[in-house]
């Protein structure tokens, strides 16, 4: 995956994201109605952590691992669950103001990479995946997890929402 295709996947399905939620009236942003009692405002603020984490570890070049056999960490749900509480009691402005400048950030942070970065196994240098013996998702494959995937996944649950409303 090229800089340029992952920048227009991204700028793609954040634009469906961004019309999709301008179709909602803000007065049902708020209405827990979604998976989990979730609201459209909570899952703004998922979307929004997921790409604060994910420039973290790309910017940390900090490898995505389990847990070690024994041991527990963070699994995806707790973190979720995490935001969630984070986040519920936040205004919708503030959620609306936070997605805004993390979208941003993560585009500054994708323009400033090169091919050969995205290319690269998280965790472990520069090197283009191909030639490394390490595990791990490309640094261009974790962006694009926490971002253009990501708001495919939640566009399609807000649709269903409005689709049975």
């Given at each position: 995956m090229t800089k340029s295709d992952l920048l227009a996947a991204i700028r793609r399905d954040r634009a469906r994201l961004d019309a999709l939620l301008a179709s909602v009236p803000r007065e049902r942003m708020t209405e827990p109605t979604l998976d989990g009692a979730r609201s459209v405002k909570d899952v703004l603020a998922h979307v929004s952590a997921w790409e604060k984490i994910c420039m973290a570890l790309?910017?940390?070049?900090?490898?995505v691992q389990p847990p070690p056999p024994g041991e527990s960490g963070p699994s995806t749900d707790l973190i979720n669950q995490r935001v969630y509480e984070g986040s519920r009691d936040r205004p919708l402005e503030d959620v609306i103001a936070d997605a805004q400048r993390s979208y941003a950030e993560l585009l500054t942070m994708v323009e400033g990479l090169s091919d050969d970065a995205l290319a690269a196994v998280l965790g472990g240098g520069q090197e283009p995946a191909e030639l490394m013996d390490a595990e791990g998702p490309q640094v261009g494959q974790l962006i694009s997890e926490n971002s253009d995937d990501h708001y495919?996944?939640?566009?399609?649950?807000?649709?269903?929402?409005?689709?049975?409303?």
């Open positions: 790309v910017r940390n070049n900090t490898p495919r996944e939640h566009i399609a649950q807000i649709e269903r929402w409005l689709e049975e409303a």
